[in-house]
């Protein structure tokens, strides 16, 4: 038997000295519609099934528990450095025309 999709999404509140918070989430066709926002928006997805466990008890509007902080601190890491190269290509490729 295949789990039910779950997907949330998070939001950074660093720059309102927060912690993230949970701002979307859902099981099954609300999960694939948040998938599917996400990629069609060139968000970043990561599979974490300990950590989609974690924040399922989590309700939405809400920050996220302290044990779900080193792995959401890495996503977000890598989610600012994917950002980062992406803006960086889009600069470059501006100045080349």
């Known amino acids: 038997m ?10 950074d509140q660093k720059r309102h000295g927060s912690a993230p918070i949970i701002v979307a989430k859902g ?3 609300i999960a ?3 998938l599917r926002l996400a990629f069609d928006n060139d ?3 990561r599979t974490d099934e300990d950590l989609a ?5 989590v309700d ?9 902080f080193a ?10 450095d994917a950002n980062s190269k992406i803006k960086e290509g889009k600069k470059n490729n501006g100045d080349a025309s």
Do not use: T, W
Request: aromatic share 6%; proline share 5%; charged share 25%.
């Open 53 to 57: 466990e974690i924040l399922s008890v």
């Open 60 to 68: 939405v509007d809400c920050g996220i528990p302290l044990e779900a």
């Open 32 to 34: 694939e519609n948040i």
């Open 2 to 11: 295949s789990k039910r999709p779950v997907a949330f999404a998070i939001k």
């Open 27 to 29: 099981h099954g066709e």
């Open 71 to 80: 792995a959401v601190a890495e996503i977000l890491s890598y989610v600012y």
């Open 43 to 45: 968000i970043k997805v």
